[in-house]
């Protein structure tokens, strides 16, 4: 956990400002599809393509963070693992509109919804929110301090290894059909993944090394 001090700058936003203008840039970016939206239903289904789109884009910040720091320090890097609990909690809200947006879409045509859902999704998708409520609610000082390290430790490690793979699982069956729109979004999830098992392989080589001296 790590609690960024205020800063006089007020650019690049650090803490909570960071997951401020995260939302709202995924709130308005929303609201312009569901304005290009020719109907209701359109602009559901346009705020469910993009709010997938966002929400996988701030779990890669999250979940690499520490990697992309201790790989390639920087100013940037830096910047980015010192907000991570932001970005972090950034994504939660991505994906608590991506839940808004599916729950419209059920209500606005319900035969629709059916035909594009099954019940296994809603069993995945119902394990990812939990596992995402479950970290959002963890990544506060006090409610971290109330239930331990280890237990903290298992959540968020857990936690974020689950949604890489579910992510994985989602874009990889829509790649297969839509390559041209989801192999970008594929390259991202895996390259996240191997950057991560990069930065854990370093990390504990290192670690051994201390041990060692």
């Known amino acids: 956990m790590y609690a960024l001090p205020e800063s006089a700058s007020t650019w690049p936003p650090n803490g909570w400002r960071v997951t ?7 709130l308005a970016a ?9 109907d209701p239903v359109d602009g559901a289904r ?36 010192a907000n991570r609990r932001y970005f972090g ?15 419209a879409l059920s209500q606005l045509d319900p ?14 998708g119902g394990t990812g929110y939990l596992a995402i409520v479950l970290m959002a609610a963890t990544s506060f000082d006090r409610t971290a301090a109330a239930i331990g390290p280890r237990a903290w430790r298992i959540i968020h ?22 390559p041209e729109l989801y192999w970008p979004y594929m390259a991202l999830i895996i390259a996240a993944i191997a950057l991560r098992l990069v930065g854990q392989f370093r990390s504990r080589k290192r670690e051994a090394a201390r041990q060692g001296a």
Request: hydrophobic fraction near 65%.
């Open 20 to 26: 401020a203008w995260l939302g709202v840039g995924v």
């Open 30 to 38: 929303c609201a312009a599809a569901a304005g290009l939206a020719g």
């Open 46 to 81: 346009m705020a469910i393509r993009l709010t997938a789109r966002t929400s996988l884009v701030l779990f890669v910040l999250a979940f690499t963070a520490s990697s992309l720091m201790q790989l390639w320090p920087s100013a940037m890097t830096r910047w980015i693992r």
């Open 89 to 103: 909690l950034a994504f939660a809200f991505s994906h608590g509109v991506h839940a808004a947006a599916i729950i």
């Open 111 to 124: 035969v629709l919804f059916d035909e594009l859902t099954a019940p296994a999704a809603f069993i995945a």
């Open 157 to 178: 490690t857990g936690g974020a290894w689950f949604l890489a793979v579910f992510f994985v699982v989602n874009f990889g069956r829509r790649a297969v059909l839509m």
